[in-house]
T-cell receptor, first 113, second 115 residues
Framework: QKEVEQDPGPLSVPEGAIVSLNCTYSNSAFQYFMWYRQYSRKGPELLMYTYSSGNKEDGRFTAQVDKSSKYISLFIRDSQPSDSATYLCATKSFMDSSYKLIFGSGTRLLVRP | DVKVTQSSRYLVKRTGEKVFLECVQDMDHENMFWYRQDPGLGLRLIYFSYDVKMKEKGDIPEGYSVSREKKERFSLILESASTNQTSMYLC??????????????FGPGTRLTVT
């Protein structure tokens, strides 16, 4: 079992829809969570990071962590065609003294005009 | 803004050639990382470095080496390129985590094709 799981998609939605992207993780020691957006043939771009349970909002993006369920979500409101990309979640264990992150394999999102 | 740059966006090399991929970051980050990304396999860590002249093997170091002579620069070396090293190579950097922050910042990637 992978430590972080993401549905690869593609997830196809119409413009303006609310998008929910999700990751599940297996290790309760994971406590630092990140979301990255990666356009085709480009490097991943950090969107948001959060330490704790609950929500963190930044513009149209909201990151949510449910530690009891080991589930993290990224919500995108009023989705735009420019949001079409692959979204990667990442996490770090406080038990790991290195600086390595554990990445999900990504969910591809298509926003149709 | 954090800026991580990579020396080439696209590179085509022949089997057996020695290949150098260069990465430079301008945020005085202590840590630097090299990943490769392949369809269906996600991001895989090749090597990382947490200080000048220090290096640690990642998950798939075979066939690669690295060099970090200056804090801002981290090089990935393919000693003898093979076709199975055709991939997207991504460099990243991060702080030492003393502030409790571990997020990594990525460069634009180098798409390497070995023929």
């Amino acid at each position: 079992q992978k430590e972080v799981e993401q549905d690869p998609g593609p997830l196809s939605v119409p413009e303006g829809a609310i998008v929910s992207l999700n990751c599940t993780y297996s290790n309760s020691a994971f406590q630092y969570f990140m979301w990255y957006r990666q356009y085709s043939r480009k490097g991943p771009e950090l969107l948001m990071y959060t330490y704790s349970s609950g929500n963190k909002e930044d513009g149209r993006f909201t990151a949510q962590v449910d530690k009891s369920s080991k589930y993290i979500s990224l919500f995108i409101r009023d989705s735009q065609p420019s949001d079409s990309a692959t979204y990667l979640c990442a996490t770090k264990s406080f038990m790991d003294s290195s600086y390595k992150l554990i990445f999900g394999s990504g969910t591809r999102l298509l926003v149709r005009p | 803004d954090v800026k991580v740059t990579q020396s080439s966006r696209y590179l085509v090399k022949r089997t057996g050639e020695k290949v150098f991929l260069e990465c430079v970051q301008d945020m005085d980050h202590e840590n630097m990382f090299w990943y490769r990304q392949d369809p269906g396999l996600g991001l895989r860590l090749i090597y990382f470095s947490y200080d000048v002249k220090m290096k640690e093997k990642g998950d798939i170091p075979e066939g690669y080496s690295v060099s970090r002579e200056k804090k801002e620069r981290f090089s990935l070396i393919l000693e003898s390129a093979s076709t199975n090293q055709t991939s997207m190579y991504l460099c990243a950097s991060s702080t030492a985590g003393t502030s409790g922050r571990y997020e990594q910042y990525f460069g634009p990637g180098t798409r390497l094709t070995v023929t």
